[in-house]
Antibody
Framework: QVQLVQSGAEVKKPGASVKVSCKASGYTFTSYGISWVRQAPGQGLEWMGWISAYNGNTNYAQKLQGRVTMTTDTSTSTAYMELRSLRSDDTAVYYC???????????????WGQGTLVTVSS | AIRMTQSPSSFSASTGDRVTITCRASQGISSYLAWYQQKPGKAPKLLIYAASTLQSGVPSRFSGSGSGTDFTLTISCLQSEDFATYYCQQYYSYPSAFGPGTKVDIK
């Protein structure tokens, strides 16, 4: 079955970086995109960006530009999200999700990974 | 960027009720809208895409409608497992955006 399995929880100090992985299985990795979405404690869903697993093209949320990098390793069907210069308000659960592509345009997200809690604290 | 709003932000309902959640886009998005369900401590789950297409495996009591700027998610007969938070998402243009969510809890 289609599955996305994320790396484990992380605790980081302000100013540090974190890299979260998302391993895909059960489908052709390069036929879809991967999006990253985060959810701060008690808050809603915030779209962070997406990457095409086909050609590596990326599109990031403006507020994260310069701090976030999304990559893929097609040899292992794994996507990565690195966030730098961490602040306390980056504390959140980070989700990856497979993006269904329709005629090259990113569409809905299904399925989602289980989430990775990133805590930023001194 | 397109902004999404939802109403109400939360409400209480009883098992068996018919419930409707509204989602509005700040500009027209055709039918490029999805609905997700999220339960506490769990990842969101896709319910509906293309505004009205039910994802495989999702119970038929869920339905979606609308196009342009105004959309609705309806649960025809609320079940105990439906108490959750529901989010709409536009994917008409990027950056994509989610609505703020609607929490449905037990009356």
């Amino acid at each position: 079955q289609v599955q996305l399995v994320q790396s484990g929880a992380e605790v980081k100090k302000p100013g540090a970086s974190v890299k979260v992985s998302c391993k895909a299985s059960g489908y052709t990795f390069t036929s879809y995109g991967i999006s990253w979405v985060r959810q701060a404690p008690g808050q809603g869903l915030e779209w962070m960006g997406w990457i095409s697993a086909y050609n590596g093209n990326t599109n990031y949320a403006q507020k994260l530009q310069g701090r976030v990098t999304m990559t893929t390793d097609t040899s292992t069907s794994t996507a990565y999200m690195e966030l730098r210069s961490l602040r306390s308000d980056d504390t959140a659960v980070y989700y990856c999700a497979r993006i269904v592509m329709v005629r090259g345009h990113p569409n809905w997200f299904d399925p989602w990974g289980q989430g990775t809690l990133v805590t930023v604290s001194s | 960027a397109i902004r999404m709003t939802q109403s109400p932000s939360s409400f209480s309902a009883s098992t068996g009720d018919r419930v409707t959640i509204t989602c509005r886009a700040s500009q027209g998005i055709s039918s490029y809208l999805a609905w997700y369900q999220q339960k506490p401590g769990k990842a969101p789950k896709l319910l509906i895409y293309a505004a009205s297409t039910l994802q495989s495996g999702v119970p038929s009591r869920f339905s979606g409608s609308g196009s342009g700027t105004d959309f609705t998610l309806t649960i025809s007969c609320l079940q105990s497992e439906d108490f959750a938070t529901y989010y709409c998402q536009q994917y008409y243009s990027y950056p994509s955006a989610f609505g703020p969510g609607t929490k449905v809890d037990i009356k």
